[in-house]
């Protein structure tokens, strides 16, 4: 919420001097105005996913409170096959997962490596877009860059030097073609960079989450079915 606050406050103060507008206004090919709108509708993915993974770091921690108590553990199947006695969550859903491993395999070893690899791609979810989404905002600016060089040389062929409104007329759109190079790279360097940060803060509590998810089942949840099994 900092980090967006900044950015908002950012893009006010950039509004306010009129430079988005300059921007906008000097880039005839809009690639600048695409960049705003893929940066804007990441950022709100982004918000939406980081709002997701707090709900679950949310109820991990829940559920870690409940697993805590020795009575708990001691009848940890009987926890789980109850659907409000965890949080709803994937966490929650993991330990019924492993409950449900534990009971159908009968005795030995608990192994939840397969069972991780699942909680691990159902956590990350969509978070592979802000990779796509940075890539793409890069992409564009590049785009933008060699559209505006094209712009920019191509009166170069027809310039007579001694027509003096000629001469005018090419500057003029050797000129635009500049600013189209300059703004839509700009646009697409600084979303591209703003976008991994969101998404590499994004991707650290999303592993945070599965720690804390691996820590409470290895600590906790597995030592216990190995018990109840060996009885």
């Not at 509708?41 to 679950?56: D, F, V």
Request: charged share 15%.
């Amino acid at each position: 919420m900092i980090f967006i606050g900044l950015c908002a406050f950012a893009g006010i103060l950039l509004w306010h001097y009129g430079l988005i507008q300059l921007m906008l206004a000097s880039d005839r090919t809009y690639i600048s105005a695409v960049i705003c709108l893929l940066f804007v509708a990441s950022s709100l993915h982004c918000l939406w996913r980081t709002m997701a993974i707090a709900r679950e770091a949310d109820a991990g921690r829940e559920a870690a409170l409940i697993l805590v108590k020795p009575e708990a553990v001691a009848s940890i199947a009987a926890i789980s096959s109850r659907q409000d006695a965890l949080p709803a969550g994937l966490v929650a859903d993991h330990i019924r997962n492993l409950v449900v491993k534990a009971q159908t395999q009968g005795n030995g070893r608990v192994d939840q490596t397969l069972l991780l690899r699942s909680l691990a791609d159902r956590l990350r979810g969509s978070n592979a877009f802000g990779a796509f989404a940075s890539d793409t905002l890069m992409k564009l600016g590049l785009l933008g860059t060699i559209i505006g060089f094209i712009i920019m040389l191509a009166p170069i062929a027809g310039i007579d030097a001694t027509d003096r409104a000629i001469m005018k007329s090419s500057m003029g759109l050797m000129s635009d073609g500049m600013a189209i190079a300059m703004y839509t790279t700009l646009a697409g360097l600084v979303g591209s960079i703003l976008l991994k940060i969101q998404y590499y803060m994004l991707d650290a509590a999303t592993a945070r989450v599965f720690s804390q998810a691996v820590t409470l089942t290895e600590t906790r949840v597995v030592p216990a079915l190995e018990r109840l099994h060996e009885r």
